[in-house]
Nanobody, 124 residues
């Protein structure tokens, strides 16, 4: 049974940093595409950052240069380092697993497994 568990969320002041982690179990996801999404109250879930099967990253414009996605294949763990956080980054953040050999994909429907989410709150 595949399970994704996120951690690392919390409350931080604007300009601060957080590092999210997503530990996967039930399958080794090396060479799978993976991603981070977020959903703010009253808004649709949106893509934040992704990594393709060969660990090449992709980001939405609003986080490029501030967020860094990475993967530790030995620990089957996905990370999202978030720096220079802004109040508009406040949301529940979800990790997701896509396809074997997959590319970075902005569409949530391209991902098969999801974590339960971790809350990130950035105060002004």
């Amino acid at each position: 049974q595949v399970q994704l568990v996120e951690s690392g969320g919390g409350l931080v002041q604007a300009g601060g940093s957080l590092r999210l982690s997503c530990v996967a179990s039930g399958r080794n996801f090396r060479r799978y595409s993976m991603g981070w999404f977020r959903q703010a109250p009253g808004k649709e879930r949106e893509f934040v950052a992704g990594i393709n099967w060969s660990d090449s990253p992709g980001y939405i414009g609003s986080v490029r240069g501030r967020f860094t996605i990475s993967r530790d294949n030995a620990k089957n763990t996905l990370h999202l380092q978030m720096n220079s956080l802004k109040p508009e980054d406040t949301a529940v953040y979800y990790c997701a697993v896509g396809q074997y050999g997959g590319t970075v994909n902005y569409n949530p429907s391209a991902y098969d497994y999801w974590g339960q989410g971790t809350q990130v709150t950035v105060s002004s």
